[in-house]
């Protein structure tokens, strides 16, 4: 079965560091891997996805993500991070099968002044 | 263009009681589906539904139900609540291709059961 494991429940940065939101997934087939993120009382927003092609993938708001299938990981990344970046992100996987998206955990990013 | 818009934002029922939610999904998908968002269980989902029909179901007991209308807009139903569906629901739209399509979510409906 597909599934996507984030196993940190909290990162903390300083403003201004670069960051970095872990996410390892498990999949039949080729992987269709996304990343979410939640801002607080509100729904999930949409970032970036990877289908195919290059490893790295840009979306929004700075933010970039990096597939190594070696290491079955979909890392999300930003080089300089902001206190409005403070949010809860999720990633999460395309069931094959089914095409149901399955996400992790989330993971609660708190980036301090 | 319009988000996906959910109604209602917040609401309060008590044990016993059933409530219905209402999904309108962004002009032109076809597709909703519906996720149960606790602070314990994460982001659950629930079922999916693509030109009124079901196309998937999450685990979940017959309390829960949808349904989609023609012009796509979803509800969903839990009736006789308990304390533990509690939760923030969300609904989401996708142009129905699944694969390579990201969803779209709306902003939810809160739910509390006392």
């Known amino acids: 079965a597909q599934s996507v494991a984030q196993p940190e429940d909290q990162v903390n940065v300083a403003e201004g560091n670069p960051l970095t939101v872990k996410c390892t997934y498990s999949v039949s087939g080729n992987p269709y891997l996304f990343w979410y993120v939640q801002y607080p009382n509100r729904g999930l927003q949409f970032l970036l996805k990877?289908?195919?092609?290059?490893?790295l993938v840009k979306g929004s708001y700075g933010f970039e993500a990096e597939f190594n299938k070696s290491q079955t990981s979909f890392h999300l990344k930003k080089p300089s991070a902001l206190v409005s970046d403070s949010a809860l992100y999720f990633c999460?996987?395309?069931?094959?099968?089914?095409?149901?998206?399955?996400f992790g955990t989330g993971t609660r990013l708190q980036v301090f002044p | 263009k319009a988000g996906v818009t959910q109604t209602p934002r917040y609401l309060i029922k008590t044990r016993g009681q059933q409530v219905t939610l209402s999904c309108s999904p962004i002009s032109g998908h076809r597709s909703v589906s519906w996720y149960q968002q606790t602070p314990g269980q994460g982001l659950q989902f629930l079922f999916e539904y693509f030109s009124e029909t079901q196309r998937n179901k999450g685990n979940f007991p017959g309390r829960f139900s949808g349904r989609q209308f023609s012009n796509s807009r979803s509800e969903m139903n839990v009736s006789t609540l308990e304390l533990g569906d509690s939760a923030l629901y969300l609904c989401?739209?996708?142009?129905?291709?699944?694969?390579?399509?990201?969803?779209?979510f709306g902003e939810g409906s809160r739910l509390t059961v006392l």
């Open positions: 989401a739209s996708s142009g129905g291709q699944g694969g390579s399509g990201e969803l779209f």
């Open positions: 990877y289908i195919t092609g290059d490893n």
């Open positions: 999460a996987v395309r069931d094959g099968n089914t095409d149901k998206l399955i």
